[in-house]
């Protein structure tokens, strides 16, 4: 364990992630970890870490960090220019810091959350299996909360790279305001019919309550079915579930919640909820409607970009 | 109404959940069907399973799609539910929480006594003597959703939710009555308070109890509260 930075800014809602709290969603503990998966993993993966190592998710508004140890760094996500000392350092590639440095995250520019990892992962204690923040129930990070001006921030043992590493220019997506989010039916589709259409060919707008336990959107009502409950027997929710409450105005399940009584009209695919996870209140949704076979290929083609990449860097 | 289906629904929760239905409704039968496979997968899971969920009516599988589909666990489902009558089902554990009912520690106990029309004496008894089934734990960590309560004990929900419910506290709204794990906003009719602890993550079991077992509440004295404050399951160990 190697003391690594020192707290100047906690930034605007900095926490501590790993890939999240797996086995105990039965007790009402949700999985938490990063919302924007992709960004995390290539974050890890460009300071040479495993994939699930524990890193910094930024939101909106980066931290300022003083550097107490030698290490390799890394930014990926949202545009959030950074810089060290007065320098400013490109994202989506690792650089290295050294005792004395300051890093400092600006405001995003485009996109809402970025990731920062170093060498050996964020060493904090495992709780209950994971090392990810739980705001809601003070669990694991530090103290179970975000950041704090003042903290001091632990990494685990690693070697540093040889070089450098950036990522492959066609794999650093864009943050538009305006995003197409690939959702399936169900698992209550049922209770929509004319709702159906409307939630698959309307516009909807990110409110103001957007979080990570789940992103308000405001738009055209979708109506139950005729006869359809405005609620059901509370049942375990999945991340991307889109909630249909009485007020017709749907609810992305992302991951801080763990049940829900609401009929979930769609949910949307895991590659894309790395979009809804980049979406800032204002930005406008649509969803388009796929299958299990589509969903899957989606995934299918994102676990092989990540691999590839993981093979890239290892040459 | 109700019962268990002859067929389970399954219904795809995304492509990495698959939600399986025994039945509809509020049924013992359904429930031991769903504890029973519950079982079944954990000690002979199907490859590419994650984790298993269970609710009173219903099981949510996570899967890895490099590893299978929906296809698959179905089918894996159905060979499973073929031996479900071997299983020996383990009795549920029955669970006793104290609680210190009304006073500063219930502070709604005089509405729910006004609206029910029974003397505080009488809510407790009533409250105190069933054993709940827990339906679900979620909302918060540890969070138990209890079935059986009786009728009589019937109350609204609060019109506008506390921002601030304290952990230990015992709630009742409409049908249901639970018990709020840690600090958290809360909208039940707040009638006691338990001296447990029920969510410790430093404890190796960090939950007093799972969903199936049965909670059973023991009234107690202002002074049992304080003396169990500190016990080693206390709020204030």
């Known amino acids: 364990m190697m003391q690594m930075f020192k707290v100047l800014e906690p930034g605007a809602y900095t926490t501590i992630q790993d890939r999240g709290r797996l086995g105990y969603q039965q007790f009402g503990v949700p999985i938490t970890g990063p919302v924007d998966e992709f960004a995390f993993r290539l974050a890890n993966l460009l300071v040479g870490n495993s994939e699930d190592a524990a890193a910094f998710e930024l939101t909106v508004l980066g931290p300022s960090l003083r550097v107490l140890g030698e290490a390799d760094v890394a930014v990926t996500g949202a545009q959030m220019p950074v810089h060290r000392n007065d320098e400013q350092i490109p994202v989506w590639i690792s650089f290295r810091v050294k005792p004395g440095d300051t890093i400092r995250v600006r405001m995003a520019r485009n ?5 920062l990892a170093v060498s050996g992962g964020i060493d904090v204690p495992v709780v209950m299996g994971s090392r990810s923040t739980y705001v809601g129930a003070k669990l694991g990070g530090i103290e179970g909360r975000p950041i704090m001006k003042g903290d001091v921030i632990n990494r685990g043992e690693s070697g540093l790279l040889h070089a450098p590493r950036r990522t492959p220019v066609d794999l650093v997506p864009d943050y538009p305001n305006r995003i197409l989010v690939r959702a399936m039916a169900g698992p209550q589709d049922y209770h929509f019919d004319e709702g159906h259409e409307t939630f698959f060919n309307e516009e909807f707008v ?4 957007a979080d990570r336990m789940g992103y308000r959107l ?15 027997i509370s049942e375990p929710s999945v991340p991307g579930g889109v909630q249909i409450p009485p007020d017709g105005q749907p609810i992305i399940v992302l991951v801080e919640q763990t049940s829900g009584g609401y009929s979930k009209i769609a949910t949307v695919v895991s590659s894309d909820i790395r979009r809804v996870a980049q979406a800032k209140p204002g930005d406008r949704i649509r969803f388009e409607l796929v299958d299990l076979e589509t969903a899957h290929s989606l995934f299918r083609r994102q676990e092989d970009l990540l ?4 093979e890239l860097f290892a040459t | 109404m109700g019962g268990l289906y002859t067929r389970p629904i399954y219904r795809l929760a995304g492509d990495r959940g698959l939600l399986v239905e025994y039945g509809d409704a509020i049924d013992p039968e359904v429930n031991r069907y769903v504890r029973a496979m519950s079982i079944a997968l954990s000690s002979a899971p199907p490859p590419g399973l994650k984790e298993v969920i269970p609710t009173y009516c219903s099981l949510l599988i996570y899967y890895d799609p490099l590893l299978t589909d929906p296809t698959k666990l179905q089918q894996g489902l159905e060979n499973l539910s073929e031996h479900l009558s071997n299983i020996i089902l383990p009795l549920p554990d029955t669970i006793e929480i104290p609680v210190c009912y009304g006073g500063a520690l219930g502070p709604d106990m005089d509405f729910v006594s006004e609206y029910s029309g029974l003397a505080l004496k009488e809510i407790v008894r009533i409250h105190s003597e069933p054993s709940y089934q827990i339906h679900m734990i979620g909302f918060t960590p540890g969070f138990p959703f209890l079935g059986g309560l009786s009728k009589l004990l019937y109350v609204p929900r609060l ?3 506390r921002m601030l419910v304290s952990a230990g506290s015992v709630g009742i709204a409409n049908d249901q009555t639970g018990i709020y794990p840690i600090d958290s906003p809360g909208g039940w009719q707040l009638i006691g308070k338990t001296p447990f602890k029920l969510f410790d993550p430093s404890r190796p079991r960090p939950f007093l109890f799972k969903t199936g077992d049965l909670l059973k509440f023991k009234p107690i004295t202002l002074e049992q509260y304080s003396s169990l404050l500190t016990s080693p399951k206390g709020n204030n160990k």
């Open chain 1, 206 to 209: 990110v409110t103001s309550k």
């Open chain 1, 307 to 310: 691999q590839r990449t993981k």
């Open chain 1, 218 to 232: 405001e738009g055209p009502v979708i109506k139950l079915k005729e006869g359809a409950p405005f609620s059901i």
């Open chain 2, 159 to 161: 019109r506008s939710p």
């Open chain 1, 111 to 115: 996109g809402c959350r970025s990731y």
